[in-house]
């Protein structure tokens, strides 16, 4: 009974999480986005934030969000305006231009997913979804919405 | 109804991906060893091959095969050998240390296998396996033992 390594789902999650990172990160750069961008965006939606608030609900440092928001400030994506309850403090707003970048890369993950996952029947789908949830859940690998 | 980035498998395998690669990677080092050295391991476990043949086998260069031997040569993993039907040939052979350290890897991906998916049903890790190997087979990821 000798298990092996490329036998374990940690090599096929490890294998299978580069290939969609990679796939993804190839759609999405004629958008001008990464795919981390994605989280920043679809937050800004809802409100905007400040980048302590950013970082916190992300899980990264302070200066990876300040490098994000020029970033996408760069592709319009983003404006820093004033906080209008302290003037001292800046928060991250998305632009329209922004909101409809944010509609694209959704459009992006969903063909990617349909690549990717061609080969499941809607049942493995539902089940390799609630698997991976319960997972990413457990050791708080999403985004804090 | 607006699809979300973070909800799509897409983004799910590659945030899943990533901590099974980085928390295996972390659990190898004390051996000497890398993720990428544990296939080239298993391959040579079965017979002993030629570079080429390797890297073939595996989906890499020749050159990443050569970097990936010399590392392996350097923690008494592998030796190299004359080809004994073509004495021009070199091949790849695994040491009695080798062996062993592909089963402690082996046992080390199980560990990284139970703390990653603790949380799931024996029913779910099934589900899981099965949906993960047919999307990996189907976008030829998986090593060709």
Do not use: N
């Not at 750069?29 to 950013?54: K, M, N, S, Y």
């Not at 993950?109 to 698997?131: H, I, N, W």
Request: hydrophobic share 45%; proline share 4%; aromatic share 2%.
């Amino acid at each position: 009974m000798t298990s092996q390594v490329t036998g374990s789902l940690a090599f096929l999650l490890s294998k299978l999480g580069q290939a969609a990172a990679e796939r993804f990160a190839d759609r999405l750069a004629p958008l001008g986005l990464r795919p981390r961008h994605c989280a920043v965006l679809q937050l800004l939606e809802a409100a905007p934030l400040g980048q302590l608030a950013l970082a916190r609900t992300i899980g990264v440092t302070p200066s990876v969000v300040v490098d994000m928001l020029d970033e996408l400030e760069g592709v319009g994506a983003v404006r820093r305006v004033r906080d209008t309850a302290d003037r001292r403090r800046q928060l991250a707003e998305i632009t329209e231009e922004g909101r409809e970048l944010s509609r694209s890369a959704a459009e992006v993950a969903s063909q990617v997913d349909a690549e990717l996952l061609g080969g499941l029947t809607p049942d493995q789908k539902r089940a390799l979804r609630q698997a991976l949830t319960t997972v990413a859940t457990a050791h708080d690998l999403l985004p804090h919405g």
